[in-house]
T-cell receptor, first 114, second 113 residues
Framework: AQSVTQLDSHVSVSEGTPVLLRCNYSSSYSPSLFWYVQHPNKGLQLLLKYTSAATLVKGINGFEAEFKKSETSFHLTKPSAHMSDAAEYFCVVSEASGTYKYIFGTGTRLKVLA | GAGVSQSPSNKVTEKGKDVELRCDPISGHTALYWYRQSLGQGLEFLIYFQGNSAPDKSGLPSDRFSAERTGGSVSTLTIQRTQQEDSAVYLC???????????FGPGTRLTVT
């Protein structure tokens, strides 16, 4: 069975400093992995996805993530946080059995301090 | 283009009443998913449609929950005899067949009093 673990439920950073949101996955085969962002009272927006092409994936708003098979990790990073990055972030693995249903991590709430 | 739409955006209902939640997917997206986001359970899968068929209903929490899809487009999630633990945000997503990138609607916030 597939699963994802987000290692931090809350992360606080100062504006202009780097962001690191950690995600580990478990999968018996090569997974598709995603990061989604959810701003307060808004829907889920796709930040980026990994689907076995390049291991370093670039997404929107300056975010990127690196797929590391040896570490079963897919951490999300951004070089410089902006106030507008404050939101909840979800790491997701897609079940490749044919339904492609999503299995979500528990989320990381990012706080950006002025 | 138009995204996934859901209605109503908010629904308050009394315990024991039935509710219907609607999802209108992106045109051409034959795959449709329902998820539930609640404080205690996080984001969890409910049901998957391919066209009008639901080959995976494994996430429906009880037989009070049902869903249908007609014309390969609009889907309705029905909760009968609502309970307080049904209070959550119900999210709908759609995708092209065989593509694992899903597009989410804004959700319906259900409150059972």
């Amino acid at each position: 069975a597939q699963s994802v673990t987000q290692l931090d439920s809350h992360v606080s950073v100062s504006e202009g400093t780097p962001v690191l949101l950690r995600c580990n996955y478990s999968s018996s085969y090569s997974p598709s992995l995603f990061w989604y962002v959810q701003h307060p009272n808004k829907g889920l927006q796709l930040l980026l996805k990994y689907t076995s092409a390049a291991t370093l994936v670039k997404g929107i708003n300056g975010f990127e993530a690196e797929f590391k098979k040896s570490e079963t990790s897919f951490h999300l990073t951004k070089p410089s946080a902006h106030m507008s990055d404050a939101a909840e972030y979800f790491c997701v693995v897609s079940e490749a059995s044919g339904t492609y249903k999503y299995i979500f991590g528990t989320g990381t709430r990012l706080k950006v301090l002025a | 283009g138009a995204g996934v739409s859901q209605s109503p955006s908010n629904k308050v209902t009394e315990k024991g009443k039935d509710v219907e939640l609607r999802c209108d997917p992106i045109s051409g997206h034959t795959a449709l998913y329902w998820y539930r986001q609640s404080l205690g359970q996080g984001l969890e899968f409910l049901i998957y449609f391919q066209g009008n068929s639901a080959p995976d209903k494994s996430g429906l929490p009880s037989d009070r929950f049902s869903a249908e899809r007609t014309g390969g487009s609009v889907s309705t999630l029905t909760i009968q005899r609502t309970q307080q633990e049904d209070s959550a945000v119900y999210l709908c997503a759609s995708s092209f067949p065989g593509i694992d990138e899903q597009y989410f609607g804004p959700g319906t916030r259900l409150t059972v009093t």
